[in-house]
């Protein structure tokens, strides 16, 4: 039996020695693309489990398979996977395992067997305490009681019924060296997938400290936590083809037209131009918050906040950008500290990064050494963190608020487009720094790094601007016209059908509670970011037929819907820019006239949308969304976390050992494009694919007789689920000329995925901006991923029968 790696013919002896080889030179992990090649078997497997399942039941008696096979399903089939077994082993009930036991203790008398059992036991014992400190639920402490618990009542009680005290010692040795929580860190320090924290010191002072009841003065010192940033890096750009992933897809973006990556904005043509064309250029984003570990209504509160940065790379491949995966931490410290050390708190961050843009950090790729660089060019997060660290005035009643420009506050209030001649420069922004006007209170520390500058940095955050923001304003102002001012339908009528309402499998999550009386009236709806997103979406299905056609308000609510879908477009053409631009006009100049309100600040950041889009891409890859679940997650942990007095090296200790977390599941490179459970495909024979209903000429001249072919209920496609009974479309919104499929049924042909549409006849009703489904035309195609347009969906069921379609641009 041999390899089937590109390039390698090594001769594998038995199925241990192929998956050690396999795991150990080629890196592979559980899930990837196994391939069986012997005797010129085309099979192949995502999961290695299958393929190992598959030469022993397929091949066995290839030599090199039958060796092994002859011991080892006493193995498979033993006792030690069976967990109704665990039980017999106690009480010594079945001498069948007690045979079992004789077999395996014959067979761990074998030198090679043996060595590969001491590997399996480090290995395991190494992956299992990896997962457990990756999650931000579990305490250090906590941690060491489920080991502790799994060896004495689990691995000892199997290890003595096995009765080989070498197995066992060794067991015993593996578990010593990983039974704390530093013997663990040590151990990744020595493999070198981590790096611990830098504490740096930003202030000593005098503070009275109590020891046994008495007050005594000693020296407190305040510190602040920096991630290993270099290290960090290096590691994960050089995981199997991540570099080049990255190098590949920024190549195809240069050919592209449309923006689809901040790399096809204006600012970061300007920049690349800085560097050699030969150069490998990577651009990084930072992002800041803080956030509360106690509880907000508790005494302690705000006693111990944490101020957090995160770095991420907005050229990995665009599907793994929502993802808060590949959002690594950089820096911990007590916000307090910002209030007298803001500049030496993130001195050590800047530091490092002002070293990877002017001296870049050499990788070693396949045995080849590169050198590339590493270019901060976004500060992101919400307008309090962003305006605090540009130096901009962090609250929205100061005169001049805006970090785009130097419009005053009360020239916002009816500002419906943006003014050009006002739009901040960098000669501005020093003039203004030198006089402390127009809204500069202090200088940005990061304007230190070369190519970053407080009035470059074009980002609108759509999660809390449009979301958390205007939609709450104005739909509370709508619905407060069309309730309590037109009375079209009352507040009960309102909750009944939003609790009600067929929001579908996809959507559920975000159904969100009742609205409030009291929020209407203080036109202030309170929702999160993806409530409120869903309920603009599915709203004009879902109370369309209470509210009469031409109304001032509805079409209203309509452009607001319109506006949250083009906002969180992931592509844009110069037309989809422009028409975006004239729709927040349009939008902005009716809720003026029809309300006769001031606009707000967050309205007033919408102006500027289309040109941070040009010059930054795509708003959704540059929004608080994927941070805020980063955030979550460390978050979490600093609640479990007792630990208060340097909480901000607690979450870095714990940091680290995510970020080796990450480096195992990407230790093959980046996540397929396309995933499926082996456990659930149907193995379908092309001559029962011709008997399905479904099938015609069309269909079966797309399908290879010669490969493989298999059913499959649900498949995902970049990051996105596809699942019999959900709904596809394809086409273009601006003239409607839209087709929609029902998925049927999905088939892998080989390594090629088709899914097998329904057509669907719709109806655009112009009244709810939206398709119906009218009726199945019983015709059916073959439909590829790159064919469709918009994301899958569901029906949307309203109080009348009828089924509605609220299309999301993919």
Known sequence: MECFKENCQKKLKSIEEAKFHLREKHRMKEHGLYKCVVENCSQQFTKSSNFYRHLKHEHKNVEGISQ?????????????????????????????????????????????????????????????????????????????????????????????????????????????????????????????????????????????????????????????????????????????????????????????????????????????SEYNEDDIVIPCFLYHDDFEPDNPLSSNAGNNKIAAFYYSFPVIPQHLLSSPTYIFDALFFSSHLKNEYLKACTEPLIAVFKDLETNGITLNIDNTEKKIYIVVTMLLGDNLAVNEMLGFSKGFNATHYCRFCTSSKHETKYMVKENEDKIRSTDSYNNDFQSNSNGVIKECNFISLKYFHPVLNFEIDVMHDLFEGVARYDLALILQNLIYEKKFFDLQTFNELKQKFEYGEIEIGNLGKEILDTQIKNSYITMSASEMKTCLEILPIMIGHLVPERNAVWKLLLQLSKLSNNLFKTEFSVNDVNSLQNDITSYLERRVRIFGKDLKPKHHFLTHASKCITNSGPLKYLSCFVYEQRNRIIKHYAKVCFQRKNLPFSLSYKAAIKFNSILEENRDGFPSEIMYDDKNKKELLFITLQNKFYVSEIILGKIDPSKSLWSLDLVKYKSTTYKVGYYVAMGKLQNHGISCYKIIDILLNGNDIYLIGETQKIKYEDHYDCFFLEKPLLEYKILCFNDLSFYPFNLHENIKGKFGIKLKSI
């Open 68 to 272: 092994v096979i002859q011991n080892q399903p006493t193995i498979q089939n033993s006792a030690i996977n069976s967990p109704s077994s665990i039980f017999q082993l106690e009480n010594h009930s079945s001498q069948k395992n007690l045979d079992i036991f004789d077999n395996l203790n014959n067979e761990i008398d074998n030198t090679e067997t043996f060595i590969n059992y001491q590997f399996k036991a480090d290995d395991v014992f190494f992956k299992f305490l990896s997962f457990l400190h990756s999650k931000a639920s579990l305490t250090k402490k906590l941690i060491n009681e489920i080991l502790t618990m799994v060896k004495e009542q689990i691995i000892d009680p199997i290890l003595q019924d096995i009765g080989s005290e070498q197995l066992m010692e060794h067991v015993n040795n593996s578990f010593f060296k990983i039974n704390s929580f530093y013997k663990f860190q040590k151990i990744l320090l020595e493999k070198g997938k981590s790096s611990n924290a830098q504490q740096k010191v930003v202030s000593e002072k005098i503070a009275p400290v109590y020891r046994k009841g008495k007050i005594n003065y000693d020296i407190i010192k305040e510190t602040v936590s920096i991630m290993p940033i270099k290290q960090q890096i290096q590691n994960f750009l050089e995981l199997p083809n991540v570099l080049n992933s990255i190098v590949n897809y920024m190549h195809k973006l240069k050919s592209e037209t449309i923006i689809s990556n901040y790399t096809q904005g204006d600012q970061w043509k300007q920049i690349r």
